[in-house]
């Protein structure tokens, strides 16, 4: 198991994390297994998303936004609730195959790092399993 520390420097932003996970994968030598990447924060998440286009992450994230907007009144006092609303909407963990000692991952996939209270200092954790 592996933990990697990550700065975000949004409120809200998606970070493509695939390069440094893969890397990891590849250092810890299991040829064919499963990778989880999990993140323990409640107010950010770990997703697969689409890699190349970023206005479809601009779109995620106001599609987000819509469902829990900052401006609406919220119970809680804590002034985050559009951050814990949308991280568990989206989930702290994705789970990949690992083939031949690399993630095997489809064309167009990414996994991405989601921030929903930031900036701040995060981190997660990539663990591959035989």
């Known amino acids: 198991m592996i933990m990697i520390d990550l700065e ?4 809200t932003e ?3 994390i695939t390069e440094r996970v893969s890397e990891e ?7 064919d297994g499963l990778c989880t990447v ?3 924060h409640t107010t950010a998440s770990i997703v697969m998303f689409e890699k190349t286009d970023p ?3 601009r779109d995620f994230l106001s599609a987000l936004s819509r469902i829990a907007p900052a401006d609406m009144s919220y119970a809680s006092e804590g002034g985050n609730s559009p951050a814990h609303i949308k991280s568990a909407l989206c989930g ?5 195959p690992v083939k031949d000692g690399q993630l095997f991952l489809g064309e167009w996939q990414a996994i991405m790092f989601c921030e929903f209270d930031g900036p701040s200092k995060r981190h997660y954790i990539v663990q591959v399993i035989k």
């Not at 975000?8 to 409120?11: A, C, D, E, F």
């Not at 702290?92 to 990949?96: A, E, P, T």
């Open 55 to 57: 206005s479809l992450r």
């Open 38 to 40: 999990f993140t323990p």
């Open 25 to 31: 994968v590849m250092k810890l030598g299991i040829r």
């Open 14 to 16: 998606m970070i493509n």
């Open 8 to 11: 975000t420097n949004y409120t």
């Open 92 to 96: 702290q963990r994705i789970v990949v």
